[in-house]
């Protein structure tokens, strides 16, 4: 069954970065668009970035842009989200999802938590 | 990207319908056939229960159902039962190749 597992989540200091992984698993990963979306605590659903299926087209919310970075390795069933500049409106929780121009599947999420 | 506008909650009684709107612009919902719903139970990652409209995933209950008409797209629950009660999200596609959410509606089970 198709599976999206994240990690690298957890407490980091406002102006940090993390790196936030996603392995996927039960799909054909290099066949699909995926996304990054976030809930901050008590929140509603933020859409983040998405890449596509090759890594050659890549978009970002205002909200993310120039600090947040996504990525994939094709060959490792790997997404990743590189985020820099962290801030503390950052906090939530931030799920890997497979995309087919909407979300469809979606991970169980990571906290990120930042704190001055 | 300014986000869909949905009713902050929502209420029904057992065996009752509620419907539940999503209004977007003519860059999102009015543009294109691609609107999704979320369920999200507390502390739980969202499910998907329909896409591209009126679509249901398979396993999904056909209490579900969707519809759009103009910029609004609409949430139909039928014969409601107490796990509905959860959190519901809706998404659109825009015509800048983003994704933007609704910002959630709490339905309440009487």
């Known amino acids: 069954q198709v599976q999206l597992v994240e990690s690298g989540g957890g407490l980091v200091k406002t102006g940090g970065s993390l790196r936030l992984s996603c392995a996927a698993s039960g799909f054909t990963f290099s066949g699909y668009f995926m996304s990054w979306i976030r809930q901050a605590p008590g929140k509603g659903l933020e859409w983040l970035s998405y890449i596509s299926s090759s890594g050659g087209t890549i978009f970002y919310a205002d909200s993310v842009k120039g600090r947040f970075t996504i990525s994939r390795d094709n060959a490792k069933n790997s997404l990743f989200l590189q985020m820099n500049s962290l801030r503390v409106d950052d906090t939530a929780v931030y799920y890997c999802v497979r995309d087919r121009r909407l979300p469809d599947m979606w991970g169980q999420g990571t906290v990120v938590t930042v704190s001055s | 990207q300014s986000a869909l506008t949905q009713p902050a909650s929502v209420s029904g009684s057992p065996g009752q319908s509620i419907t539940i709107s999503c209004t977007g612009t003519s860059s999102d919902v009015a543009y294109y056939d691609y609107v999704s719903w979320y369920q999200q139970h507390p502390g739980k990652a969202p499910k998907l229960i329909i896409y591209e409209v009126n679509n249901r995933p398979s396993g999904v209950s056909d209490r579900f159902s969707g519809s759009k008409s103009g910029n609004t797209a609409s949430l139909t629950i039928s014969g409601l039962q107490a796990e509905d009660e959860a959190d519901y999200y809706c998404?659109?596609?825009?015509?800048?190749?983003?994704?933007?959410f609704g910002g959630g509606t709490k339905l309440t089970i009487l």
């Open positions: 998404c659109s596609y825009t015509t800048s190749s983003t994704r933007v």
